[in-house]
Protein backbone atom coordinates (compact mmCIF):
# COMPACT_ATOMS: atom_id res chain seq x y z
CA UNK A 1 0.00 0.00 0.00
CA UNK A 2 1.43 3.23 -1.43
CA UNK A 3 0.53 6.24 0.62
CA UNK A 4 1.01 9.90 -0.27
CA UNK A 5 4.02 10.24 2.70
CA UNK A 6 1.81 14.17 3.26
CA UNK A 7 -1.11 12.04 4.57
CA UNK A 8 1.16 10.31 7.42
CA UNK A 9 2.00 10.86 10.54
CA UNK A 10 5.41 9.67 11.42
CA UNK A 11 5.97 7.63 14.85
CA UNK A 12 9.47 7.24 15.92
CA UNK A 13 10.72 5.63 19.34
CA UNK A 14 9.96 8.18 21.45
CA UNK A 15 8.27 11.16 19.21
CA UNK A 16 5.81 11.52 16.48
CA UNK A 17 6.45 14.11 13.65
CA UNK A 18 4.41 16.24 10.89
CA UNK A 19 1.21 15.60 13.29
CA UNK A 20 -1.00 18.47 11.55
CA UNK A 21 -2.27 18.28 8.19
CA UNK A 22 -0.58 21.42 5.59
CA UNK A 23 -2.77 21.43 3.01
CA UNK A 24 -4.04 25.17 3.72
CA UNK A 25 -4.10 27.50 0.17
CA UNK A 26 -0.91 29.21 0.24
CA UNK A 27 1.74 26.68 1.79
CA UNK A 28 2.34 25.25 -1.03
CA UNK A 29 3.56 27.05 -4.16
CA UNK A 30 1.83 26.11 -7.15
CA UNK A 31 -0.85 24.50 -5.79
CA UNK A 32 -4.42 25.41 -5.19
CA UNK A 33 -5.82 23.34 -2.01
CA UNK A 34 -8.51 25.68 -1.53
CA UNK A 35 -12.23 24.08 -0.24
CA UNK A 36 -13.65 22.25 -3.57
CA UNK A 37 -16.40 20.08 -2.87
CA UNK A 38 -15.80 18.07 -6.04
CA UNK A 39 -12.59 17.08 -5.08
CA UNK A 40 -13.56 15.84 -1.79
CA UNK A 41 -16.16 13.81 -3.16
CA UNK A 42 -13.33 12.35 -5.01
CA UNK A 43 -11.17 11.67 -2.10
CA UNK A 44 -14.11 10.58 0.76
CA UNK A 45 -14.17 7.36 1.36
CA UNK A 46 -17.10 5.70 3.68
CA UNK A 47 -17.17 2.23 4.26
CA UNK A 48 -18.73 0.36 6.87
CA UNK A 49 -16.58 -2.42 7.92
CA UNK A 50 -18.21 -4.23 10.39
CA UNK A 51 -21.45 -4.35 11.73
CA UNK A 52 -23.42 -6.03 14.76
CA UNK A 53 -26.87 -5.37 16.50
CA UNK A 54 -24.82 -3.29 19.09
CA UNK A 55 -21.81 -1.85 17.80
CA UNK A 56 -20.71 -0.48 14.45
CA UNK A 57 -17.26 -0.18 13.01
CA UNK A 58 -16.20 2.19 9.70
CA UNK A 59 -13.81 4.20 8.04
CA UNK A 60 -13.70 7.08 7.10
CA UNK A 61 -11.15 8.19 4.97
CA UNK A 62 -10.26 11.60 3.80
CA UNK A 63 -11.76 14.40 5.89
CA UNK A 64 -9.67 16.35 8.04
CA UNK A 65 -9.45 15.70 12.16
CA UNK A 66 -11.62 18.47 13.34
CA UNK A 67 -14.24 17.00 10.95
CA UNK A 68 -14.01 13.34 12.32
CA UNK A 69 -13.91 14.60 15.79
CA UNK A 70 -16.83 16.81 15.51
CA UNK A 71 -19.00 14.06 14.41
CA UNK A 72 -17.34 11.73 17.60
CA UNK A 73 -17.92 14.17 19.53
CA UNK A 74 -21.51 14.97 18.80
CA UNK A 75 -22.58 10.67 18.92
CA UNK A 76 -21.09 11.01 22.57
CA UNK A 77 -22.80 14.26 23.69
CA UNK A 78 -25.44 15.61 21.63
CA UNK A 79 -27.33 13.17 19.74
CA UNK A 80 -30.73 13.58 22.12
CA UNK A 81 -31.94 10.63 23.83
CA UNK A 82 -34.74 9.82 26.27
CA UNK A 83 -33.74 8.59 30.55
CA UNK A 84 -35.39 8.73 33.33
CA UNK A 85 -34.84 12.23 34.76
CA UNK A 86 -37.80 12.25 37.69
CA UNK A 87 -38.15 9.93 40.47
CA UNK A 88 -41.55 10.15 42.76
CA UNK A 89 -40.75 8.21 46.02
CA UNK A 90 -43.39 6.79 47.86
CA UNK A 91 -42.12 3.88 49.86
CA UNK A 92 -38.34 2.47 49.93
CA UNK A 93 -37.57 0.31 52.52
CA UNK A 94 -34.44 -1.27 50.28
CA UNK A 95 -30.97 -0.54 52.11
CA UNK A 96 -30.13 1.37 48.88
CA UNK A 97 -31.02 5.20 49.72
CA UNK A 98 -34.31 6.96 47.48
CA UNK A 99 -31.09 9.43 45.95
CA UNK A 100 -28.83 6.53 44.72
CA UNK A 101 -31.34 4.15 43.16
CA UNK A 102 -32.76 7.30 41.86
CA UNK A 103 -29.21 7.95 39.58
CA UNK A 104 -29.65 4.03 38.69
CA UNK A 105 -32.25 4.35 37.60
CA UNK A 106 -31.61 7.23 35.38
CA UNK A 107 -28.88 5.54 33.70
CA UNK A 108 -31.48 2.88 32.63
CA UNK A 109 -30.91 2.90 28.59
CA UNK A 110 -34.60 3.09 27.31
CA UNK A 111 -35.80 1.67 24.11
CA UNK A 112 -37.64 4.66 22.55
CA UNK A 113 -36.87 6.00 19.45
CA UNK A 114 -36.34 10.01 20.71
CA UNK A 115 -37.69 11.27 16.97
CA UNK A 116 -41.34 10.29 18.80
CA UNK A 117 -40.91 13.42 21.36
CA UNK A 118 -40.18 16.53 22.48
CA UNK A 119 -37.52 17.76 24.57
CA UNK A 120 -38.68 18.95 27.44
CA UNK A 121 -36.57 22.39 28.97
CA UNK A 122 -36.39 23.34 32.85
CA UNK A 123 -40.07 24.79 34.16
CA UNK A 124 -42.24 22.97 31.23
CA UNK A 125 -45.51 21.29 32.21
CA UNK A 126 -45.10 17.40 31.86
CA UNK A 127 -47.33 16.51 28.58
CA UNK A 128 -47.51 13.15 26.70
CA UNK A 129 -45.77 14.65 24.25
CA UNK A 130 -42.43 15.22 26.24
CA UNK A 131 -42.63 13.23 28.84
CA UNK A 132 -43.02 8.96 29.82
CA UNK A 133 -43.98 7.78 32.98
CA UNK A 134 -43.19 4.58 34.29
CA UNK A 135 -44.49 2.87 37.59
CA UNK A 136 -41.76 0.63 40.05
CA UNK A 137 -43.59 -1.47 42.26
CA UNK A 138 -41.73 -4.07 43.94
CA UNK A 139 -41.90 -6.04 46.99
CA UNK A 140 -40.15 -9.07 48.27
CA UNK A 141 -41.27 -11.41 50.65
CA UNK A 142 -40.62 -15.49 51.86
CA UNK A 143 -40.52 -18.06 49.58
CA UNK A 144 -43.71 -19.73 51.05
CA UNK A 145 -42.58 -23.32 49.02
CA UNK A 146 -39.19 -23.55 51.09
CA UNK A 147 -39.31 -24.60 54.38
CA UNK A 148 -37.06 -26.34 56.81
CA UNK A 149 -38.07 -30.14 55.67
CA UNK A 150 -36.73 -28.46 52.58
CA UNK A 151 -33.48 -28.04 53.82
CA UNK A 152 -32.88 -31.51 53.49
CA UNK A 153 -33.29 -32.29 49.98
CA UNK A 154 -31.56 -28.73 49.48
CA UNK A 155 -28.65 -27.63 52.53
CA UNK A 156 -27.90 -24.25 50.65
CA UNK A 157 -30.65 -23.05 49.46
CA UNK A 158 -29.84 -19.68 46.96
CA UNK A 159 -31.93 -16.56 47.32
CA UNK A 160 -34.40 -17.28 44.33
CA UNK A 161 -35.13 -20.57 46.62
CA UNK A 162 -35.66 -18.50 49.79
CA UNK A 163 -37.29 -15.37 48.82
CA UNK A 164 -40.05 -13.89 46.07
CA UNK A 165 -38.57 -10.67 44.42
CA UNK A 166 -35.75 -10.20 46.41
CA UNK A 167 -34.14 -8.51 43.55
CA UNK A 168 -35.30 -5.29 41.81
CA UNK A 169 -34.40 -5.05 38.19
CA UNK A 170 -35.02 -3.14 35.34
CA UNK A 171 -37.15 -5.34 33.82
CA UNK A 172 -39.84 -4.19 36.77
CA UNK A 173 -39.78 -0.68 35.02
CA UNK A 174 -43.69 -0.70 33.87
CA UNK A 175 -44.95 1.44 31.15
CA UNK A 176 -47.78 3.70 32.19
CA UNK A 177 -49.11 5.45 28.42
CA UNK A 178 -50.54 8.79 28.73
CA UNK A 179 -52.92 10.25 26.21
CA UNK A 180 -51.48 9.53 22.77
CA UNK A 181 -48.64 7.53 23.49
CA UNK A 182 -50.42 4.27 23.27
CA UNK A 183 -51.02 4.94 19.54
CA UNK A 184 -47.99 6.51 18.36
CA UNK A 185 -45.39 3.73 20.59
CA UNK A 186 -45.48 0.27 21.77
CA UNK A 187 -43.72 -1.78 24.20
CA UNK A 188 -41.55 0.79 25.94
CA UNK A 189 -39.37 -0.53 28.23
CA UNK A 190 -35.46 -0.82 28.93
CA UNK A 191 -33.29 -2.13 26.39
CA UNK A 192 -31.97 -4.42 28.50
CA UNK A 193 -34.31 -5.90 31.09
CA UNK A 194 -32.06 -7.94 33.83
CA UNK A 195 -30.32 -4.69 35.33
CA UNK A 196 -30.00 -5.06 39.00
CA UNK A 197 -30.74 -1.57 40.31
CA UNK A 198 -31.40 -2.70 44.31
CA UNK A 199 -31.30 -6.07 45.77
CA UNK A 200 -34.33 -6.93 48.45
CA UNK A 201 -34.89 -9.14 51.17
CA UNK A 202 -38.78 -10.11 52.84
CA UNK A 203 -40.49 -6.81 54.42
CA UNK A 204 -38.53 -4.27 52.38
CA UNK A 205 -40.47 -3.00 49.34
CA UNK A 206 -40.16 -0.02 46.34
CA UNK A 207 -42.61 2.07 44.88
CA UNK A 208 -42.04 4.57 42.27
CA UNK A 209 -43.42 6.93 39.99
CA UNK A 210 -40.70 7.85 37.32
CA UNK A 211 -40.60 10.16 34.70
CA UNK A 212 -38.35 9.85 31.44
CA UNK A 213 -37.65 13.07 29.32
CA UNK A 214 -35.55 13.61 26.07
CA UNK A 215 -32.31 15.78 26.24
CA UNK A 216 -28.66 15.14 25.19
CA UNK A 217 -25.40 13.57 26.83
CA UNK A 218 -23.50 17.16 27.82
CA UNK A 219 -26.14 17.82 30.16
CA UNK A 220 -25.82 14.35 31.79
CA UNK A 221 -23.95 11.34 30.57
CA UNK A 222 -26.97 9.69 31.21
CA UNK A 223 -28.64 10.81 27.75
CA UNK A 224 -25.33 9.47 25.66
CA UNK A 225 -27.15 7.21 23.34
CA UNK A 226 -23.04 5.52 22.86
CA UNK A 227 -21.06 3.50 25.49
CA UNK A 228 -18.10 4.69 23.66
CA UNK A 229 -17.48 6.00 19.93
CA UNK A 230 -14.32 6.58 19.10
CA UNK A 231 -11.76 6.79 16.28
CA UNK A 232 -8.13 5.63 15.98
CA UNK A 233 -5.84 6.32 12.72
CA UNK A 234 -4.88 3.73 9.98
CA UNK A 235 -1.47 1.75 10.93
CA UNK A 236 0.52 2.41 8.34
CA UNK A 237 4.16 -0.06 8.12
CA UNK A 238 6.96 0.33 5.52
CA UNK A 239 9.97 -2.22 5.35
CA UNK A 240 12.57 0.43 4.16
CA UNK A 241 15.39 -2.68 3.53
CA UNK A 242 14.83 -6.56 3.85
CA UNK A 243 15.08 -8.12 6.79
CA UNK A 244 17.56 -10.74 7.33
CA UNK A 245 16.00 -14.42 6.55
CA UNK A 246 17.21 -15.78 10.10
CA UNK A 247 15.79 -13.04 12.24
CA UNK A 248 12.54 -13.13 10.45
CA UNK A 249 10.14 -14.23 12.86
CA UNK A 250 11.48 -12.04 15.57
CA UNK A 251 10.69 -9.34 13.37
CA UNK A 252 7.11 -10.79 13.01
CA UNK A 253 6.30 -10.82 16.86
CA UNK A 254 7.46 -6.94 16.87
CA UNK A 255 3.78 -6.18 15.72
CA UNK A 256 0.33 -7.26 16.49
CA UNK A 257 -0.27 -10.73 15.19
CA UNK A 258 -1.26 -11.02 11.63
CA UNK A 259 0.22 -7.52 10.62
CA UNK A 260 3.17 -9.14 9.17
CA UNK A 261 3.68 -12.60 7.43
CA UNK A 262 6.54 -14.43 7.23
CA UNK A 263 6.40 -16.82 3.95
CA UNK A 264 8.55 -20.55 3.82
CA UNK A 265 11.59 -19.41 2.48
CA UNK A 266 11.68 -16.46 5.49
CA UNK A 267 11.00 -13.57 3.51
CA UNK A 268 8.96 -10.61 5.51
CA UNK A 269 5.83 -9.34 3.86
CA UNK A 270 3.78 -6.64 5.28
CA UNK A 271 0.41 -7.79 5.65
CA UNK A 272 -2.58 -5.42 4.83
CA UNK A 273 -5.11 -6.36 6.42
CA UNK A 274 -3.21 -7.20 9.71
CA UNK A 275 -1.36 -4.38 9.38
CA UNK A 276 -5.01 -2.00 9.79
CA UNK A 277 -4.93 -3.99 13.22
CA UNK A 278 -1.18 -3.47 14.35
CA UNK A 279 -1.80 -1.52 17.51
CA UNK A 280 2.02 0.37 16.70
CA UNK A 281 3.61 -0.71 19.75
CA UNK A 282 6.90 0.29 18.38
CA UNK A 283 8.54 -2.90 19.94
CA UNK A 284 10.40 -2.88 16.58
CA UNK A 285 12.13 0.11 16.83
CA UNK A 286 13.85 -0.96 20.45
CA UNK A 287 15.60 -3.30 18.45
CA UNK A 288 19.21 -1.34 17.16
CA UNK A 289 19.04 -3.94 14.07
CA UNK A 290 15.40 -3.86 12.78
CA UNK A 291 15.03 0.29 13.74
CA UNK A 292 16.67 1.48 10.68
CA UNK A 293 14.63 -1.38 8.32
CA UNK A 294 11.08 0.17 9.01
CA UNK A 295 9.22 2.94 9.46
CA UNK A 296 6.22 3.31 11.34
CA UNK A 297 3.73 5.58 10.56
CA UNK A 298 0.11 6.28 10.62
CA UNK A 299 -2.46 7.81 8.23
CA UNK A 300 -3.72 11.23 9.21
CA UNK A 301 -7.27 10.95 7.37
CA UNK A 302 -7.97 7.57 7.47
CA UNK A 303 -10.13 7.61 10.55
CA UNK A 304 -11.37 3.62 11.98
CA UNK A 305 -14.01 4.21 13.62
CA UNK A 306 -15.89 2.02 16.42
CA UNK A 307 -19.16 3.29 17.97
CA UNK A 308 -21.10 1.27 20.26
CA UNK A 309 -24.98 2.11 20.45
CA UNK A 310 -26.50 1.92 24.28
CA UNK A 311 -29.38 3.48 23.24
CA UNK A 312 -32.77 2.68 21.10
CA UNK A 313 -30.61 3.66 18.02
CA UNK A 314 -29.61 1.13 16.13
CA UNK A 315 -25.77 1.42 15.64
CA UNK A 316 -25.91 2.48 12.05
CA UNK A 317 -28.24 5.22 12.80
CA UNK A 318 -25.92 6.97 14.96
CA UNK A 319 -23.39 8.69 12.26
CA UNK A 320 -26.45 9.80 10.10
CA UNK A 321 -28.21 10.97 13.33
CA UNK A 322 -24.57 13.00 14.62
CA UNK A 323 -25.15 14.73 10.71
CA UNK A 324 -28.20 16.03 11.52
CA UNK A 325 -27.34 17.63 14.06
CA UNK A 326 -24.20 18.97 12.97
CA UNK A 327 -27.19 20.85 9.88
CA UNK A 328 -28.69 21.74 12.50
CA UNK A 329 -25.92 23.78 14.21
CA UNK A 330 -25.00 24.87 11.21
CA UNK A 331 -28.71 26.06 10.37
CA UNK A 332 -28.85 28.11 13.70
CA UNK A 333 -25.47 29.84 13.13
CA UNK A 334 -26.39 30.71 9.42
CA UNK A 335 -29.91 32.50 10.40
CA UNK A 336 -28.21 34.31 13.59
CA UNK A 337 -24.88 35.57 10.74
CA UNK A 338 -27.74 36.26 7.84
CA UNK A 339 -28.99 38.75 10.57
CA UNK A 340 -25.73 40.06 11.33
CA UNK A 341 -25.43 40.30 7.07
CA UNK A 342 -28.52 42.11 6.50
CA UNK A 343 -28.17 44.41 9.92
CA UNK A 344 -24.74 45.17 8.53
CA UNK A 345 -23.30 48.57 7.88
CA UNK A 346 -24.21 49.69 11.41
CA UNK A 347 -23.91 46.02 13.35
CA UNK A 348 -23.45 46.68 17.28
CA UNK A 349 -20.50 45.63 18.89
CA UNK A 350 -21.14 43.25 21.91
CA UNK A 351 -18.81 43.53 24.94
CA UNK A 352 -16.72 40.62 26.19
CA UNK B 1 -22.70 37.21 30.85
CA UNK B 2 -24.60 37.19 27.64
CA UNK B 3 -27.31 39.95 27.29
CA UNK B 4 -28.83 39.08 23.81
CA UNK B 5 -30.12 35.91 22.82
CA UNK B 6 -28.41 36.12 19.64
CA UNK B 7 -26.14 32.41 18.69
CA UNK B 8 -23.79 34.74 17.33
CA UNK B 9 -22.55 38.35 18.33
CA UNK B 10 -19.35 40.53 16.95
CA UNK B 11 -16.82 41.46 19.74
CA UNK B 12 -15.53 45.25 19.79
CA UNK B 13 -12.84 45.89 18.38
CA UNK B 14 -13.57 44.54 14.81
CA UNK B 15 -13.00 46.91 11.74
CA UNK B 16 -15.25 48.77 10.16
CA UNK B 17 -15.47 46.60 6.91
CA UNK B 18 -15.32 43.54 8.76
CA UNK B 19 -12.59 42.26 7.36
CA UNK B 20 -11.04 41.46 10.72
CA UNK B 21 -13.48 40.59 13.77
CA UNK B 22 -13.80 38.28 16.35
CA UNK B 23 -17.27 36.43 16.64
CA UNK B 24 -18.56 34.74 19.94
CA UNK B 25 -20.89 32.29 19.12
CA UNK B 26 -23.19 31.12 21.77
CA UNK B 27 -23.70 27.36 23.20
CA UNK B 28 -20.90 25.99 20.99
CA UNK B 29 -18.24 24.08 21.69
CA UNK B 30 -14.83 22.92 19.70
CA UNK B 31 -17.10 20.72 18.13
CA UNK B 32 -18.20 23.16 15.47
CA UNK B 33 -14.88 25.61 16.68
CA UNK B 34 -12.63 23.02 15.00
CA UNK B 35 -14.70 22.10 11.86
CA UNK B 36 -15.34 25.96 11.18
CA UNK B 37 -11.71 26.82 11.61
CA UNK B 38 -10.50 24.34 9.28
CA UNK B 39 -12.81 25.17 6.97
CA UNK B 40 -12.37 28.94 6.99
CA UNK B 41 -8.40 27.91 6.43
CA UNK B 42 -9.52 26.50 3.44
CA UNK B 43 -10.75 29.75 2.26
CA UNK B 44 -8.09 31.32 0.28
CA UNK B 45 -8.93 34.87 0.73
CA UNK B 46 -8.54 33.86 4.91
CA UNK B 47 -5.53 35.42 5.78
CA UNK B 48 -5.96 34.41 9.85
CA UNK B 49 -8.10 32.47 11.25
CA UNK B 50 -8.55 30.60 14.77
CA UNK B 51 -10.82 29.45 17.80
CA UNK B 52 -10.59 29.88 21.48
CA UNK B 53 -12.69 28.58 24.06
CA UNK B 54 -11.99 31.77 26.32
CA UNK B 55 -13.31 29.45 29.62
CA UNK B 56 -14.14 25.64 30.02
CA UNK B 57 -17.24 26.68 31.81
CA UNK B 58 -18.55 28.89 29.95
CA UNK B 59 -20.15 27.25 26.65
CA UNK B 60 -18.99 30.16 24.09
CA UNK B 61 -16.27 30.36 21.47
CA UNK B 62 -14.61 32.66 19.58
CA UNK B 63 -14.01 32.78 16.18
CA UNK B 64 -11.54 35.06 15.04
CA UNK B 65 -11.37 36.01 11.25
CA UNK B 66 -8.96 38.02 9.03
CA UNK B 67 -9.38 38.82 5.89
CA UNK B 68 -7.22 39.03 2.57
CA UNK B 69 -8.10 42.04 0.02
CA UNK B 70 -10.37 44.12 3.41
CA UNK B 71 -13.39 41.08 1.93
CA UNK B 72 -16.10 40.77 4.62
CA UNK B 73 -15.18 38.23 7.55
CA UNK B 74 -19.19 37.80 7.79
CA UNK B 75 -19.40 36.71 3.85
CA UNK B 76 -16.64 34.25 4.51
CA UNK B 77 -18.49 32.86 7.72
CA UNK B 78 -21.63 31.96 5.91
CA UNK B 79 -19.39 30.44 2.65
CA UNK B 80 -18.01 28.05 5.91
CA UNK B 81 -21.11 27.23 6.93
CA UNK B 82 -22.17 26.22 3.54
CA UNK B 83 -19.42 24.15 2.47
CA UNK B 84 -19.51 22.87 6.01
CA UNK B 85 -23.07 21.17 5.36
CA UNK B 86 -21.97 20.43 2.04
CA UNK B 87 -19.46 18.28 3.70
CA UNK B 88 -22.42 16.84 5.63
CA UNK B 89 -23.77 15.77 2.93
CA UNK B 90 -21.48 14.26 1.30
CA UNK B 91 -20.45 12.18 4.18
CA UNK B 92 -23.61 11.10 4.79
CA UNK B 93 -24.45 10.14 1.12
CA UNK B 94 -21.46 8.22 1.18
CA UNK B 95 -22.01 6.55 4.78
CA UNK B 96 -25.43 5.09 3.70
CA UNK B 97 -24.16 4.19 0.10
CA UNK B 98 -22.09 2.02 1.83
CA UNK B 99 -24.50 0.89 4.30
CA UNK B 100 -26.57 -0.49 1.16
CA UNK B 101 -23.77 -1.76 -0.77
CA UNK B 102 -24.07 -4.20 2.15
CA UNK B 103 -19.84 -4.92 1.37
CA UNK B 104 -19.35 -5.34 5.27
CA UNK B 105 -19.26 -8.11 7.71
CA UNK B 106 -22.40 -8.70 10.17
CA UNK B 107 -21.55 -10.63 12.92
CA UNK B 108 -23.73 -11.42 16.61
CA UNK B 109 -22.94 -9.69 19.39
CA UNK B 110 -24.23 -11.35 22.84
CA UNK B 111 -25.15 -8.63 25.29
Not at chain 1, 2 to 15: F, K, M, T
Not at chain 1, 128 to 144: G, Y
Not at chain 1, 169 to 190: A, C, F, N, Y
Amino acid sequence: MDVNPRRLVGIGAERISNVADSEFPGHYPNEDNSWDLEKFKRKLTVQVQRLSQRSIEFDLVGVDASIANAFRRIMIAEVPTLAIEHVYVFNNTTVIHDEILAHRLGLIPLNVDPALLDSRKDGDTPTDRNTLEFKLHLECSQNPAFNKSSLTTNPNPSDDDLYINHQLLSGHLQWIPVGEQSDRMTDVGPTTKDIVLAKLRPGQAVDMTLHAVKNIGSVHAKWSPVATATYRLHPNIIIKSPIPIERADEFAKCFSAGAVKVDKKGVVKIDKKGMRNDTVSREVLRDPEFKDMVELSRIRDWFIFSVESESAYKPEQLLPEAITVMKQKISEMRASAMQLSQASEDVPMADV
Amino acid sequence: MSTTDQKIRILKGASADLSAATYQVCNESHTMGNALRWILMKNPKVEFCGYSVPHPSEPNIQIRIQMYDNLSSLQALLKALDDLENLCNAIGEAYSESLQNGDFERWDEKS
